[in-house]
């Protein structure tokens, strides 16, 4: 039998078509939190900026290219590795380090993503307050809300997976965004499942400083990175993000393991291992005695995709003998 179709039913029927495709297909307008405050767009961001080496890392595992405009701070802090440059492309960099106000206005993004002590300081002068002003709407780094509010409960990987969410649902990656958190999460339980018998071991993370040692405190990723490992940061008491301590500190708790921060420049871990071992204090604890390190990355010790494999690398050090 023969089907005959008029002209003016069948564009009826394509244009019937395609309004319920594009009325289905549409997820805006999206609204977030943002340390706290309502966050809402219209449509996903063309002109977008990130800043740091791990919330850029989260851009890239989101296939977020397209939508960027132009990074910053990294390469005035870290050596980026030839994998992150190559998926970088030509994604140029407007500021090496923190962006100034009027570097972040003359690019005219409509998205910035950055935090409080990444790229953004309290009471500076680029803040998301300020940043409203000339429409530049700025997602803060889940992590970073502790800098305002010292009530907010330890850091933990929640921090990581919401903000990769917030991103899915910000850019229409809401389907990648939710199977990448599922794939993390099932990597993790894998390992707590794994380290859930043994006594949790004492880590301490030492960033930089001689007088002083700069470590993590209860509120960095760190913090909750140390716990899916099946360890316990010797600073957990520390009401702090990142922040120093004392040597007495460290060394009255006797840390079992040491986390050692490399910032990629040759030759800066080994200098952290004499530095300890030299130390009056520190030359004594059983990390030291033992020499128990690892040397992990920036982008793996802030919140990002690299906290994942880092935590598997941190269970297998502190248990050899279960991975």
Not at 229 to 240: C, E, P, S, V, Y
Request: net charge negative; aromatic share 10%.
């Amino acid at each position: 039998m023969k089907h005959f179709f008029n002209v003016t039913n069948l564009l009826a029927v394509l244009l019937f078509t395609t309004v319920n495709f594009t009325a289905s297909a549409s997820n805006y307008p999206v609204t977030v939190k943002s340390c706290g405050e309502d966050l809402t767009f219209q449509s996903a961001p063309q002109k977008a900026i990130f800043h740091d080496l791990n919330m850029t890392e989260m851009a890239l595992a989101l296939d977020l290219q397209a939508n960027i405009s132009a990074v910053t701070g990294i390469t005035g802090w870290y050596t980026p590795t030839a994998n992150f440059l190559e998926q970088l492309g030509d994604i140029p960099e407007i500021a090496p380090k923190g962006p100034a106000l009027e570097v972040l206005i003359a690019n005219k993004p409509d998205f910035f993503f950055a935090g409080w002590n990444y790229g953004m300081r309290v009471g500076g002068n680029v803040t998301p307050q300020r940043l409203a002003e000339y429409n530049i709407p700025t997602l803060l780094l889940s992590e970073s809300c502790a800098h305002m509010d010292k009530t907010l409960p330890a850091a933990d990987l929640n921090l990581l997976y919401q903000d990769i969410e917030k991103l899915g649902a910000i850019f229409d990656k809401r389907d990648k965004s939710a199977a990448l958190v599922k794939h993390w999460q099932e990597r993790i339980a894998a390992i707590t499942t794994k380290v859930a018998t043994k006594k949790p071991l004492n880590v301490f993370l030492y960033d930089s400083g001689e007088d002083k040692p700069f470590t993590s405190g209860r509120f960095a990723m760190p913090d909750a990175m140390m716990r899916a490992a099946g360890g316990r940061n010797i600073m957990d008491n520390l009401n702090a993000s990142w922040a120093t301590t004392s040597w007495e500190n460290v060394a009255s708790a006797n840390p079992d393991f040491i986390i050692l921060l490399d910032y990629g420049n040759a030759g800066d871990v080994d200098k952290l291992k004499n530095f300890l071992a030299k130390h009056p204090l520190m030359q004594y604890t059983k990390a030291v005695r033992n020499q128990r390190y690892l040397a992990l990355q920036y982008a793996e010790l802030t919140p990002g995709p690299a906290n994942i494999p880092a935590i598997e690398r941190l269970a297998s050090a502190l248990y050899p003998e279960l991975f």
